[in-house]
């Protein structure tokens, strides 16, 4: 008779050998296994130094090239833009340090910038544009027209356009009484911030930064995309240049850039923070007075680095 004992020495004899056998196995299959392992950890560490290399590498040259735009930016532009009467219209996103170098760089090609104005955050806030409508409305100079659309930012396009801009070889539509009654009331009403006392132009640069953030982004960035596309409708060229991060959808050059009608009227920079983005951004502007348009930048949606000019 088979007892009770012999079934528990037994049923211990079989895990026994079930636990030799796993452990006999394990052993076996871990030197190739861990081979395996270590060669794959080589492999990798290797890459990852080789990349490591190539993204020191190309960061010194793009360094190196960024040197040497800044270096020959004024040479390049110079003489482009003679006799040039530009507006700059700045963002709150816009980074001082771009507005001024872009300054500098219309003074070397030629250009008087005739006014600057700043856009406050309050100019693209979706909660606000009601109001900024009612202002364009209630200012509009004798003989001027807003366009018909639902965009507050293009209304307020149409309203400075009839002050800040007057067609080759005439004048604004709002003389000078007019003009300064619309400034002032946008600037009461906390839509923009005025330097100085601007004078008509014919052209026009738009600075602004990355893409907007805070909430309603795309609005946002959608005013300041139709106010420039606005201003299009009356001025010889309008080039909107933004700051690293602008060609993404919520940003002003995304939106543009995501509409065939906006790009074919207004050309773009989305690297305005680097050298060779505003000696871009001066040379689309020939470009633009020229007839012309164009995507510039290092952006994915960009159709090139800057504009091919024959620059004499």
Known sequence: MISMRYHIVSLAAVFLALALGIVLG???????L?????SDNADLTSQQGELSTTNDQLTQRIAADEKFAGSVGALTVRGTLPSTNVVLVTTASADPNDRDAVLSLLNRAGATV????QLTNDFSDPLRADQLRQVAATTLPTGAQLPEVPQAGAVAGGLLSSVLLAPAGGAPVANAEQGAAVLAALQSAGFITVTGTPAAGQSVIVLTGAEATGGSEADKAGAVAYFANQLAQTASGVVVAGRTGSEQPTGTIGVIRDNTAL?????TVDNVDSDTGRIATVLALVEQNGGGQGQYGFGANASAQSPTLAVG
């Open 26 to 32: 394990a052993t076996k299959l871990s030197s190739p």
């Open 34 to 38: 861990l081979n395996d392992l270590r």
């Open 114 to 117: 005739t006014g600057q104005i």
């Open 263 to 267: 790009a074919g009227t207004v050309s």
